[in-house]
């Protein structure tokens, strides 16, 4: 069986990534919020019965559940090389420069005997007191004295229970991504020394996009329509400049079967963060949306262009037609659009905030959702959907639903 196999958001999910939600939560504060793009703080015992939740659900709909941290603890315990190379490459990117402080968080995270637990700290973030006080008490630089016992030198990653946005399974290979904001760029380097080095994936998928180009992209703006047609938001937190380099990537694959790539150009603004916060496919010819953005959108064709000049290696075209008619032209089948709440437009606006739009398809006509986005959910039982309700009153308060917190590995074909 393939390691990677997604050419759909719709056919029956057999495997998906996630990550329990941790410790990263309760260093989460008030000052810190904008920062680490929260807008509240979830309550940590009722997010991860909540998240627990939403992963017995999955498995009893057949969906085989693997936890990110897990897949990272089994690569570090392959080799003190691979371990050492990323406790390195973790303070690297945490920021951390002086050379002191570089040294005394190598060693700390170094005495770590349970690599489980290594993973969870680097994920949870790491305070100044947590390290060595014998040794920095031996000299006090000026770094020293203006910081706080409290201070951060490695910062929390709260926003790692959404795996959708690190990189995004398309057909049988990845986008590893650039994502959008400094303290989010450093979940990826978990997926990176996972299709590096877990005997799983190591050698076995091909990779469309990396970590380490310029250009910032998201999985929640990455929807694979089917073999030949993948769909990229242009957002807040997807270029398109980074579109066009994935399309490109995808193109010059010779055993990649994506042929068209359809850019949508949505609202920059933190409601419509990603392409799947606004639509997402939820049955072959039925989609939710959110009816804030019928009005606002551009859509953009992408195929191959001229390979022998580099200058025109893609042809870009704009579509100018409706969402409906879009998407029923490319699907090749008549399309049922679904407003989120029904279209009214107060509960709408209300239920797309609580990821109303942001279902997760694990078969055709079957969603798992949020339970609080009650009108949605009802209408999307009155379009013949098969709708799986879950709790998110704490999940939600990171802005992100069923659709963001998982990453689809393989789908039947």
């Given at each position: 069986?393939?390691?990677?196999?997604?050419?759909?958001?719709?056919?029956?999910?057999?495997?998906?990534?996630?990550?329990?939600?941790?410790?990263?939560?309760?260093?989460?504060?008030?000052?810190?919020?904008?920062?680490?793009?929260?807008?509240?703080i979830p309550y940590l015992p009722v997010a991860q019965r909540e998240h627990d939740e939403f992963a017995r659900v999955l498995k009893e709909n057949g969906v085989e559940v693997v936890y990110l941290e897990k897949l990272m603890a089994e690569v570090l315990a392959l080799s003190d090389?691979?371990?050492?190379?990323?406790?390195?490459?973790?303070?690297?990117?945490?920021?951390?420069?002086?050379?002191?402080?570089?040294?005394?968080?190598?060693?700390?995270?170094?005495?770590?005997?349970?690599?489980?637990?290594?993973?969870?700290?680097?994920?949870?973030?790491i305070q100044i007191y947590e390290i060595n006080r014998d040794q920095r008490k031996d000299e006090k630089s000026l770094v020293d004295l203006v910081t706080e016992e409290t201070d951060f030198l490695a910062d929390p990653m709260p926003n790692l229970y959404f795996t959708?946005?690190?990189?995004?399974?398309i057909g049988r290979g990845v986008s590893l991504n650039k994502m959008y904001s400094v303290t989010r760029n450093r979940e990826t380097i978990y997926a990176e020394y996972i299709f590096k080095y877990h005997p799983d994936f190591k050698g076995q998928v091909d990779k469309y996009y990396d970590r380490d180009l310029p250009y910032h992209i998201e999985g929640g703006d990455i929807l694979n329509l089917n073999d030949h047609i993948l769909a990229v938001g242009i957002s807040q937190r997807t270029t398109a400049e980074a579109i066009d380099q994935l399309a490109k990537n995808l193109f010059k694959d010779e055993k990649c079967k994506i042929d068209t790539v359809l850019a949508f150009n949505i609202p920059n603004s933190r409601a419509f963060m990603h392409l799947d916060t606004v639509f997402t496919q939820v049955d072959r010819?039925?989609?939710?949306?959110?009816?804030?953005?019928?009005?606002?959108?551009?859509?953009?064709?992408?195929?191959?262009?001229?390979?022998?000049d580099s200058d025109e290696?893609?042809?870009?075209?704009?579509?100018?037609?409706?969402?409906?008619?879009?998407?029923?032209?490319y699907l090749k089948i008549p399309v049922t659009l679904i407003p989120c709440a029904g279209g009214d437009k107060v509960a709408s606006?209300?239920?797309q905030w609580n990821d109303g739009s942001n279902t997760l398809?694990?078969?055709?006509?079957?969603?798992?959702?949020?339970?609080?986005?009650?009108?949605?959910?009802?209408?999307?039982?009155?379009?013949g959907l098969k709708v799986l309700e879950i709790p998110g009153a704490e999940l939600s308060r990171g802005r992100g639903g069923p659709?963001?917190?998982s990453m689809p590995l393989i789908r039947e074909d």
């Open positions: 069986m393939n390691k990677i196999n997604v050419t759909s958001e719709i056919k029956p999910l057999k495997k998906v990534l996630l990550h329990r939600p941790g410790n990263e939560l309760l260093n989460l504060t008030p000052n810190t919020l904008g920062d680490l793009l929260f807008d509240d090389e691979i371990r050492e190379e990323f406790i390195k490459q973790f303070i690297f990117e945490a920021g951390i420069r002086t050379p002191k402080y570089r040294d005394l968080v190598f060693h700390y995270l170094n005495s770590f005997k349970d690599e489980y637990e290594l993973v969870l700290k680097t994920m949870e973030g959708r946005d690190n990189f995004a399974s010819n039925k989609f939710t949306y959110h009816p804030g953005i019928v009005d606002t959108l551009q859509v953009f064709e992408i195929t191959e262009g001229n390979v022998e290696d893609l042809n870009v075209v704009e579509i100018n037609d409706t969402l409906e008619n879009i998407l029923s032209s606006e209300r239920e398809c694990i078969a055709p006509g079957v969603v798992v959702v949020y339970d609080r986005n009650v009108i949605t959910n009802e209408v999307l039982r009155e379009n659709r963001c917190m």
